[in-house]
């Protein structure tokens, strides 16, 4: 592969604080997790930060942590990855999906009421590719109806809306370090909440339902083994000291993108509303269509240059359709941006000669297919 999709942005001030943990003798449980979470409710301006050894685990303990179980449901969005929706169905309750909003790709706030039921407990959003939803419109539903709202930021770490850092709107907000994601711990999730009790509650249910007095091998809830060891949080402190400079240099390789894509006929770019500050997760151009995506899609690979759908609607997942009995057409805007996006190379490393080459081949190959 010429040109990889995505890679983490990796410098010797990591290194270092992972082999300082090597060198510590304490591995799991130790000052590096306590100073990662620290910093995190620090960046994010939240009370709580309990970190957890992946987004979707820590989707899950809220999920339990709020008491939402069978018969339970919850309001979600189709187009996301598959986890947003997969923690609902860990705790047997129902994800009910809204469609979303052609522009933004987030769910659209404007359908999420007529789906509420007295079953309905919470809302789901997803700040998908990290551009944050319209997170006023939804806080005003869910207090409407009194639901809790639990906010995916695993793609949108250090995004705005509105002047409001997304992941601190919900009940809780959750972010996820997944290598290809804005800063990475290899493996990695973290919940941040205003929450004393949510708090709590999150920080047993990692530990296997230990008890907050803190006693090694007293069980009071049935929890999991969620941990985040020390090696993974060191290298969360690193990528953490750093966020401005990685978000800013993939603000940078966005920009060039949209400067060099801005007039190739039948690409559609980002389209980011006025109130929304973009943490850049992913560049995910639009094509007329479905062929002409999937032409591209096949054009590109064939060059060396990585690329991929983003995201099959989660309604159409294989085992989603076998369980639910979900067809194509129940969710049209999702399935219409679904079959027409396309994710190109998108990480802080990418060079300028790397973002030439990929813009040039999508001139060269949409001109042909024209
Ligand atoms: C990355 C991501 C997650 C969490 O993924 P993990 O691999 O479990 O860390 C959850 N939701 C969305 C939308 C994501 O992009």
New binding site residues.
Partial sequence: MKVPLSGPDITEREKQLVLEVLDSGQLSLGSKLEAFEAKMAAYVGRRYAIACN??????HMLIRAMGIGEEDEVITTPF??V??SNCILYERARPVFVDIDEQSFNINPELIAKHITERTKAILP???FGQPANMEAIMDVAQTYGLRVIE?A??AIGAFWNGKMAGSFGDAG?F???P??QMTTG???MIVTDDPELAALCRSLRNQGRGEDGLWLSHVRLGWNYRLDELSAALGIAQLERIEQLLGRRAEVAARYLEKLADVPGVILPVIDPRAEMSW?VFVIRLQNSLRRDFLMERLLAQGIGCRPYFPPIHLQPFYQQQFGYQQGDFQVTESVSASTLAIPFFSGLTEAQIDYVCRAIHQELAVCL
């Fill in positions: 992946s987004g979707t685990s820590a989707l996301s990855f986890s947003s997803v700040h998908v995916d695993c793609e959750v996820a370090f997944y290809n994601k493996e990695g999730g997760f």
